[in-house]
């Protein structure tokens, strides 16, 4: 017997489309997908994230996108202008990337400010914010202090990583971000959640968002263990939805 309802599950997941290589078309296919299986969110490239939100409007699905992505040295005022016109496009929820360099060298009140002016912004239009911190470079320390800085600026989520560092979401790492964020902020795994069993391992340490890419794969598992139908038969069915 479970202990989880199908939208338990698939309200975790933000459905990936970062991939540089992933064409027009494909990045459509995949905001349908999304919208069929009734995830969290998308997280699209910037450039499609108007298109994104046109095409997920009436759906419980929202719109994502990335700020500072994927190595998060770009001014304060550049994830500004990012921040801005992401709101403009309809983004719902933003995915920042903190200075890395700047934590690596412990000038917290630049990262604290960094973060805070994109959340700051993000929350006056009454939308959400995740700050990511990309674990595979830090030390414990420092994703604590990240965790504790976030906590005092209000952030939504904490993060662990990009998807696109040399390592993603550990367990360690969760259980960390979880002790030390304020019980308010929430945690998001990224980068190696690959199928529904590290899905849930990573909801029973309290994480409540993942971002991922193997969004059917999962869900039709999830589907299959509660004696679901199928959410689509196939991508042709996909792309008619």
């Not at 989520?157 to 308010?184: E, F, Q």
Request: aromatic share 4%; net charge neutral.
């Amino acid at each position: 017997m479970t202990d989880y309802t199908y939208l338990d599950v698939a309200k975790m997941i933000d459905h990936s489309l970062l991939n540089p290589t992933l064409t027009t078309t494909d990045l459509e296919q995949g905001i349908l997908l999304a919208k069929a299986y009734d995830v969290a969110s998308v997280c699209i490239l910037p450039y499609a994230l108007k298109r994104c939100a046109i095409m997920l409007h009436g759906s419980d699905v929202k719109a994502s996108t990335t700020i500072g992505f994927p190595h998060g040295g770009h001014t304060t005022a550049l994830k500004l202008a990012e921040t801005k016109q992401a709101l403009a496009d309809g983004g719902q929820e933003l995915d920042m990337v903190v200075n890395i360099s700047k934590v690596l060298s412990g000038d917290w009140n630049y990262v604290a400010a960094d973060i805070r002016a994109v959340v700051a912004e993000t929350h006056a239009a009454r939308q959400k914010a995740k700050v990511i911190f990309e674990n595979a470079y830090l030390n414990d320390e420092q994703k604590i202090r990240l965790c504790e800085i976030c906590s005092e600026i209000g952030a939504d989520w904490v993060k662990t990583s990009t998807g696109y560092a040399p390592t993603g979401a550990t367990h360690a790492d969760l259980i960390l971000m979880r002790k030390h964020a304020a019980p308010h902020i929430q945690v998001k795994a990224a980068g190696g959640v690959r199928d529904l069993d590290a899905l849930l391992a990573v909801r029973a340490l309290g994480v409540t968002r993942c971002g991922a890419t193997r969004t059917a794969t999962m869900l039709d598992d999830a589907c299959s263990r509660l004696g679901l139908p199928a959410v689509v038969s196939s991508r042709a069915e996909v792309a008619g939805y």
